[in-house]
């Protein structure tokens, strides 16, 4: 991230260097398609100490957050920067937490049927009808049909015992003279 932000700051110093006395402004959004930018999404070259008109409108079912980057004012949709150098400003977007929907043809305000509560606040409760029992809890899930993983020794420890092998080999090889 740090790598890609000096990189860009870097490229738009060339770019201002490039072009003359002016400085670049890299315009963005985030997330991408969620609203329209002025003056525009991208790269832009404006003379030194110039003052640029900044503006966000959100796209239907997003709404503006704030603004990234050297602005006046952070949170306002439309604010102002100046060109002082080469700068990297991102308007942020939000998905609208509801999103209303196009009513259906022939959709109900409310359920079909209602049915009468059997509950102390019902009143229903002297009439002599319980409620049935809540359904049983639903049965655990089986096993896994896979064994459990083996361990596996560390490569050290199958070092150490293969040298201890080695030399416990080596002494009864030993022994083996002494006494045969």
Not at 115 to 128: E, K, M, N, Q, V
């Amino acid at each position: 991230m740090k790598f890609c932000i000096t990189f860009t700051i870097c490229f738009l110093t060339l770019l201002s260097v490039a072009f003359g006395q002016g400085y670049a402004v890299l315009v963005q959004e985030s997330p991408a398609g969620a609203g329209e930018i002025q003056p525009g999404i991208g790269v832009h070259n404006f003379s030194a100490n110039e003052i640029v008109t900044l503006t966000a409108v959100p796209k239907t079912g997003w709404k503006f957050v704030f603004w990234l980057g050297d602005v006046y004012d952070l949170t306002r949709n439309r604010t102002m920067t100046a060109v002082d150098g080469p700068k990297i400003i991102i308007a942020v977007f939000q998905r609208d937490e509801f999103e209303l929907l196009a009513p259906a043809e022939g959709a109900s305000s409310g359920p079909a049927r209602l049915t009468p509560r059997y509950d102390a606040i019902g009143g229903s409760l002297g009439s002599g009808y319980t409620p049935p029992p809540p359904p049983p809890p639903p049965p655990p899930p089986p096993p896994p049909d896979y064994p459990p993983p083996v361990p596996v020794p560390e490569p050290a420890t199958m070092l150490l015992l293969g040298s201890g092998a080695f030399l416990l080999s080596i002494n009864r090889k030993k022994q083996c003279r002494i006494v045969c």
